[in-house]
């Protein structure tokens, strides 16, 4: 009988793990709220400026590519592969493995049409510079000299913008 009884005291209550599951994810849903409130209390740009520049950017790369197209996002799902994304990697470095994405010329990027969803899954492969057919200027950058990134080319359009040119 004290055998049943300690078996049991080891057993761990179903009903307990999804309760950890569920405090688990409060826990970093609540930590993701604090980082939010001290980067926009430091004056730094918050999730919300960071998908909408990410956006843009995507947008001008994809455009482009496919000829003045623009990219249609489904924002409810890709927004947050984009947060998740966010979490690890800058800003910056997602614009170029953007950029490095865009020139690709793998034949199943290019049959998904350069793809967000596709981006996301392969986004590790498109870490640091690549080129090929021996461009090494981002996609659709016009600048004379060319930018060395896309995240330059990207600041430099919005400067010229800025100043009227």
């Not at 930590?31 to 926009?40: Q, T």
Request: with cysteine.
């Amino acid at each position: 009988m004290a055998k049943a009884r300690a078996e049991k005291v080891t057993e761990i209550d179903p009903r307990v793990v999804k309760l950890m599951a569920a405090l688990r994810e409060t826990c970093e849903k609540q930590n993701a709220i604090m980082l939010e409130i001290d980067a926009l209390l430091a004056g730094k740009a918050g999730i919300g400026d960071k998908l909408k520049s990410f956006y843009e950017a995507w947008g001008d790369l994809w455009s482009a590519k496919y000829h003045g197209r623009s990219y249609v996002f489904a924002f409810a799902k890709d927004a947050a592969h984009l947060k998740r994304l966010l979490r690890t990697i800058t800003l910056d470095e997602l614009v170029t493995r953007a950029g490095n994405y865009m020139r690709s010329d793998d034949p199943f990027v290019v049959q998904s049409g350069h793809s967000f969803n596709v981006f996301v899954a392969m986004v590790n492969q498109f870490a640091g510079f690549i080129s090929t057919n021996g461009a090494d200027a981002p996609v659709g950058c016009k600048h004379d000299p060319a930018c060395k990134d896309d995240a330059a080319c990207t600041k430099r359009k919005h400067r010229e913008m800025l100043d009227g040119k």
